[in-house]
């Protein structure tokens, strides 16, 4: 049985957002806020070593004690995103010797700090969501908790941000203790926690994003970050009170996992897509969602699939998913709940065509000067474009100066390239990337030493993130989404 002793939420400077204490040792902790704030201490300066004199959940020797010959070194290190594209253009390695050997990496979700306590965390939005206990519980259960209580927080508040979660406090609480009793949990239901909240929510002004630039008749991004009860705004007066609307916002998401060549050929790709909605409909109606007909699920099958199917390795789909007429219409029944959820999940590797292809090249004008170029090709069609589009180039720690120069095609706007010296890396970033066009990056490097093949392994990965609105690589499409039965009071248009 789970039983927390804390709860807490941190924003990304370290601030203590939300706390509440459910059990407390008399030896530990002379504040109540004390333990968030060695706990962000300790993942901000990651260091590997959860605990001295014991190991941590990452099977790392603890400090102070030699493995093996007493020489260590760290392997190929590859960048991921948030959105989309991993890239590589070469590996990073570093290598150390005896006491000094330098861990980096992020802290991992579970571990255990001095005051013998474990604490469990999760990262959303940049806000970290986390909790100790002192008894021997599941993790994965208790991430899952974590993970649940910051979707009710985002349903309630329309959008999880620190201004939001400060503006709605007295909400949260009362959230809190309805979801946690004494450290227990109870109810995580978004549509059963409605009874039982008598606060509203304060509408906090979203950040108005690329949906504005897709289709006229396409609601705006921002349009979904709206609670799922009825609001007040900053000056408190109610808003959505009587014309609030019956909707169901769908948006197919999809994460790209590659790894190209220097000579921008892929070696490994996968796809982890989902199908997410965010319910606003009174009543639960039961809905039908209809998939591509050809749709094939598992890679055993492919042989058999006809051609131009989409061929998934495996899915899963949500509790309330009723699969009677999946297996030969490739239809969907379900009464979706209130608030944001998951249809299903998919998973896809194998050869698909990537958007966007990196070609990296690097020469040596002089002994301690180099130039480095990194052409980006768009391969998605002239009607759609990256949105938000980011590269980041690491570059050696012996590196003296940077200067960046751009070469941008027609239609590329809000381009700008520059060099962090205290990071050692590069961020290349555009606004919008139009399709079936190339941007190219050269970099001229001037380095403290000669550059050598040890030098020049420590240049990158090349890391990329990026948004293509109303498109999806995998070709999986929803034909239509409808109301099963007529109901009384729903007449259903598209945006």
């Not at 606003?280 to 051609?307: C, F, I, Q, T």
């Not at 052409?375 to 009607?383: H, K, S, T, Y």
């Not at 050692?424 to 550059?451: A, D, F, H, S």
Request: with cysteine.
């Amino acid at each position: 049985m789970i039983v927390l002793n804390n709860f807490f939420i941190i924003s990304p400077r370290g601030d203590t957002v939300i706390a509440k204490s459910y059990r407390t040792s008399d030896d530990v902790g002379a504040h109540e806020r004390s333990h968030t704030e060695a706990f962000f201490r300790k993942i901000k300066f990651w260091d590997g070593i959860a605990t001295p004199g014991i190991a941590d959940s990452t099977g790392l020797t603890p400090a102070g004690v030699t493995s093996g010959g007493g020489d260590a070194a760290s392997g190929a290190d590859g960048g991921s995103g948030s959105a989309a594209l991993d890239g590589a253009a070469g590996s990073n390695g570093s290598s150390g010797g005896g006491e000094s050997t330098e861990r980096k990496g992020d802290a991992p979700p579970v571990f255990i700090m001095p005051d013998g306590l474990s604490y469990i965390h999760v990262k959303r939005n940049g806000l970290i969501f986390g909790c100790s206990t002192n008894r021997n519980v599941s993790p994965c259960t208790v991430v899952e908790l974590l993970s649940k209580i910051a979707k009710v927080f985002k349903d309630y508040c329309g959008t999880l941000s620190e201004e939001a979660i400060r503006k709605n406090f007295i909400l949260l609480y009362e959230l809190l203790d309805e979801m946690l009793d004494y450290g227990y949990p109870q109810v995580t239901s978004t549509e059963n926690l409605k009874s039982f909240v008598y606060n509203e929510p304060i509408v906090v002004t979203p950040v108005v994003n690329t949906g504005q630039m897709v289709n006229p008749k396409t609601a705006s991004a921002s349009a979904v970050h709206k609670p799922v009860i009825n609001s007040v705004n900053a000056s408190g007066k109610k808003t959505n009170s009587t014309n609030q609307k019956n909707e169901i916002f769908v948006d197919i998401l999809e994460r790209l996992n590659v790894l190209f060549s220097n000579n921008g050929y892929v070696l490994n790709s996968t796809i982890d897509g989902c199908i997410q909605m965010k319910s606003y409909l009174a009543g639960n109606p039961e809905l039908r969602l209809a998939l591509n007909e050809d749709l094939v699920v598992g890679r055993e099958k492919s042989s058999a699939a006809p051609y131009g199917a989409v061929v998934l390795d495996d899915i899963n789909f949500h509790e309330s998913v009723n699969l009677n007429e999946f297996e030969y219409a490739k239809t969907l029944q379900f009464r979706p709940p209130d608030g944001e959820f998951v249809v299903l999940n998919y998973r896809l590797t194998g050869d698909f065509k990537t958007p966007f292809r990196i070609f990296p090249a690097i020469e040596e004008t002089a002994p301690k000067t180099m130039e480095i170029s990194v052409l980006v090709r768009a391969e998605m069609p002239e009607n759609h474009f990256g949105a938000n589009v980011s590269l980041e180039l690491p570059l050696p720690k012996c590196t003296a100066a940077a200067s960046c120069s751009l070469v941008t095609s027609p239609g590329t706007t809000g381009a700008h390239a520059e060099y962090s010296a205290q990071d050692r890396k590069v961020l290349w970033t555009m606004k919008k990337l139009p399709g079936n066009t190339e941007q190219t990056m050269r970099i001229k490097v001037t380095l403290n030493q000669p550059c050598t093949s040890s030098i020049r392994r420590e240049i990158g990965p090349i890391g990329m993130n990026f948004e293509i609105p109303m498109y999806n690589v995998s070709n999986l499409q929803i034909k239509y989404l409808r109301i099963a039965e007529n109901m009384p009071g729903y007449t259903p248009y598209r945006w």
